[in-house]
């Protein structure tokens, strides 16, 4: 079994390319690549969140790496 790594991102609350879109935490760690229709919870306890839609940047340690949010169920 390989090694997972642990990406940071950038969760921001928007619709699909938009992103720029306010964000509501930095520095969230997912292990391996997110996917749209992933389902997460924040640890504030926020959540669940729908991902719509996600940019990675080359370097797994880069602070461009962001996921596009919806709150599930609005």
Excluded: C, K
């Excluded at 950038?10 to 760690?29: L, N, Q, T």
């Excluded at 959540?47 to 609005?74: C, H, K, S, Y």
């Amino acid at each position: 079994m390989g090694y997972m790594e642990r990406v940071p991102w950038s969760i921001r609350e928007g619709e699909v390319g938009d992103f720029h879109a306010p964000e509501i935490m930095g520095g969230y760690r997912w292990i391996g690549e997110p996917s749209r229709g992933d389902f997460l919870v924040l640890p504030d306890g926020s959540g669940p969140w729908r991902v719509v839609d996600r940019m990675r940047a080359g370097q797994g340690d880069a602070t461009e790496n962001v996921l596009i949010v919806q709150l599930f169920g609005e």
